[in-house]
């Protein structure tokens, strides 16, 4: 990743800002040293990511997940 960051398209920086959820506009502030808060993923982002990845989990995995979900903590 590091070879082609200076030719990098604005079509892909638009993409992995928003894979990683972050804002466009915040990475000038970024880039200066600005923290930002931290992104806590939505149900959406969660289901999202869960239906895109679920197939390739094993079934020990998926119960794992479950109980996690389900747990008090």
Do not use: T, W
Not at 21 to 46: H, R, T, V, W
């Amino acid at each position: 990743m590091l070879n082609g960051v200076g030719r990098a398209s604005v079509d892909n920086i638009i993409i992995i800002c928003r894979h990683l959820g972050i804002k466009i506009k915040d990475l000038e502030e970024m880039s200066k040293g600005a923290n930002k808060e931290q992104y806590e993923p939505s149900f959406d982002d969660l289901q999202m990511l869960i239906a895109r990845n679920g197939k390739s989990l094993s079934l020990d995995q998926k119960q794992a997940l479950i109980k996690s979900l389900l747990s008090d903590d």
